[in-house]
Structure formats: C-alpha cells, structure tokens
C-alpha cells in the first residue's frame, strides 16, 4: 500500500469510534503482503482493528473464516484453489445473519488487480465493496469499518465497472482471446502493457523477474504475438489498459 493514491468511496470519517472494534481475516497469497498490512492496520488500540486470522489460499480461507467468524474479509481476488470468488461461494452461507443471532461476515476485495471482469466477479459473488493495493493505510481501516456497517466500498474508479455492470442487461461479449489467459497472466498483461518494466510487474505482484518473463512469454506465445509492443497495441485495442 502506498501513500499516494485515493482510498474507498463513500469515505465520510468512518473511522473506530471509542471502544469500537471490527474483527478481520487477511486473505491473501503473499506473506510480505499480509505482513505489510498487519502492520498498517493491525494495531488494535489505535485503529480499532483486530486481525483474527490469515489465509494464504482457498481451502486455509474457508477453514480460518469459518473458525474465527470475523465481522470483515480482506479478500484477494488471485488466490491458489480457485480465487476469490470461489472463497465467497463456499462462504456464502456465512453472509448473512445466522439462526443464533450472529453478525454476518462481509467482504472487501483488496486487489492489486483494477480490471472490469474482476471487479464485476467477486461483486456478484456478494462481495461489498474492491479497493486496490495502492489505497493507504487510514483509507482501508475507513472502508473496513465501512463495510462492517453493511456499506458498499470501492475505490473511485472501479465504482464505475459496478455501475455499468448491474445498469446494464447484456451479458458481456465472451473474448477467446482473453479467456485462453490465466488471472495471473492478465494480471502482468495488463501492466507490461502499461509500460511497466519487467522489475516494476515483479514489485506489483509481488513476485520474481524470473516469473514476470515466464508469463509474458506465454501470454505473448497463447496470443499469437511477438513482442511487447504487439501486445501493448493488442491490449489497447480491447481496453485493457
């Protein structure tokens, strides 16, 4: 998370209120990640957040939230097992208030992913609200506190794709193309296309060089492209960038 960027939208000083407490699980695949967010936002007394639990897939998602029944999900969308969506289809039954009375648990999607599709997924798959990894510490314990509340939270450029996702009757043109592609895939797609430097997508993702290349040749060899520049224009011309 940076400084630098806009956070989740409505954001009218929803912060804790004294003795307020929201309870949190931290779905994400990367440990550096997690930890960098424990630290933002993880000190009780001073932001009225307590994290609860951790899960670095589906299956440890599924087991964690079950178990600690939290009030808020910090849900990446990209996760080993089948992603974030499949996470909120098997704790669909948690969504709402329970026969003993207990709170629902609610979801917010911290992606580094700003991409319509994914947006669109995990809000139809009953998530409240998608903030992008680059919304600051203050502004995400705003919109986790949100969102415990029932609010729906996004940050401000994504609120658009929901908008025109639900106002509209058509269902979205299928894209062969694009679906022989992986999230992941997309995911550094998008942001070689972009202009990001292979160290830049690395950092983004928190992942290798080494990985960065192995995507980018096989996103380049699935479409039929021969370099970066095809692809930039290939990306540009499906407004994918």
Known sequence: MTDDAAGGVPVSGAGPEEGRRVRVVLVDDHRMFRAGVQAEIGVTDETGVEVVGEAADVEQAVTVITATRPEVVLLDVHLPGGGGVEVLRRCAGLMGESASGEAPV??????????????????????????????????????????????????????????????????????????????REREVLRLIARGYAYKEVAKQLYISVKTVESHVSAVLRKLQLSNRHELTRWATARRLV
């Open 106 to 183: 609610r979801f917010l999607a911290l992606s580094v992913s700003d991409a319509a599709e994914d947006v669109i997924g995990v809000i139809r798959g009953g998530a409240r609200g998608y903030v992008t990894k680059t919304i600051t510490g203050s502004d995400l314990v705003d919109a986790i506190f949100q969102v415990s509340e029932g609010d729906a939270v996004f940050s401000p450029r994504l609120a658009g794709f929901v908008l025109d996702a639900f106002a509209s009757t058509d269902a979205p043109p299928v894209d062969e193309d694009l679906d022989r592609l992986t999230q």
